[in-house]
């Protein structure tokens, strides 16, 4: 796909997409090249099509929430290589929690308590600090408790574009 004319705005856009620090929404890049969501599109579209070629090492990725560049899984070794550092692992309470998170969310530490049969404050709080898991509002009633959920970095950090894209689980929690 050959936009003439259109390299500068498409620039513009690699550009914005190289520093935006989460996926962003078509709609927005739209306002930000100030172009119709159709012309962000075809740029997208243009983009994706240049990543596509062997001598990239880039790639569009669409989630959700919007959409970011990435690196392409070929060139994985070169970034931990780049970021090497011990890794903190989850503990096995930690994935845990994690895991009843994003299969039943929202949900309550409660909750979350009585499907693992022991107290998750610990691993919740660790959750929370790595930014895999988010404080979703309360629920209505007795106490208003806080509801969990799963967040962007969780999808980034588990390769997953969506929830949707969780393997399905052999046994309901």
């Known amino acids: ?14 550009a914005v997409l190289f520093m935006a620090r989460e996926p962003l929404p078509p709609a927005r890049l739209a306002e ?3 172009v119709s969501p159709a012309e962000a599109e075809e740029f997208l579209a243009c983009l994706a099509e240049r990543y596509e070629r ?12 919007g959409v970011r560049l990435g690196a392409k899984g070929e060139t994985a ?12 692992a989850l503990s096995q309470a930690a994935l845990e929690v ?10 309550t530490r409660g909750e979350i308590d009585l499907i693992r049969g ?4 610990s691993a919740l709080r660790t959750l929370l600090e790595k930014d895999l898991a988010r404080e979703a509002g309360r629920r209505e009633g007795a106490g208003r408790p806080f509801l969990y ?6 999808l ?6 969506a929830l949707a894209d969780l393997p399905e689980l052999g046994k309901q929690l």
Request: charged residues 20%.
């Open 149 to 154: 959920a799963t967040t962007p970095e969780f």
């Open 98 to 107: 994690l895991a009843v998170i994003a299969y039943r969310q929202p949900v």
């Open 54 to 65: 062997e001598d990239s090492g880039l790639t569009l990725v669409r989630y959700e929430t």
């Open 118 to 121: 022991v107290q998750s404050d």
């Open 156 to 161: 980034r950090c588990f390769n997953l574009t």
């Open 1 to 14: 796909m050959a936009l003439l004319f259109r390299e500068k705005e498409i620039a513009a856009l690699e």
């Open 32 to 34: 930000l090249l100030e």
């Open 77 to 88: 070794p070169y970034i931990q290589a780049l970021y090497r550092q011990p890794a903190q």
